[in-house]
Nanobody, 123 residues
Framework: VQLQAFGGGLVQAGGSLRLSCAASGRTFSTLGWFRQAPGKEREFVAA????????YYADSVKGRFTISRDNAKNTVYLQMNSLKPDDTAVYYC???????????????????WGQGTQVTVSS
């Protein structure tokens, strides 16, 4: 499985970005987005199940971020609106096999990780 995350960049507070994660190889059950700011642990952002499209969000992004998937393109998106400086981090996508949403918030439950894309929100 290969995961390629892209779409990061520099944006002002209140702005929007859309991240993409293109997956190739085996099919997986759940894809998640995580982020890691300097000096902090990797933090769960959102997850989606590939077949049913059920979603799960961290409280810190609920109502501002939307995760979605395009099965035909094997791509998962993270639409980020109303961005805040606290959202600044490297964002990673990860794929899990046989992973339910209940356990999707734990980084160790994922099998593959993409390379990360930097998101910087200026105040």
């Amino acid at each position: 499985v290969q995961l390629q995350a892209f779409g990061g960049g520099l944006v002002q507070a209140g702005g929007s970005l859309r991240l993409s994660c293109a997956a190739s190889g085996r099919t997986f059950s759940t894809l998640g987005w995580f982020r890691q700011a300097p000096g902090k642990e990797r933090e769960f952002v959102a997850a989606i199940t590939w077949n049913s499209g059920r979603t799960y969000y961290a409280d810190s992004v609920k109502g501002r971020f939307t995760i979605s998937r395009d099965n035909a393109k094997n791509t998962v998106y993270l639409q980020m609106n109303s961005l805040k400086p606290d959202d600044t981090a490297v964002y990673y996508c990860a794929a899990g096999f046989g992973l339910s949403l209940y356990y999707s918030g734990t980084p160790g439950n994922y099998n593959y990780w993409g390379q990360g894309t930097q998101v910087t929100v200026s105040s």
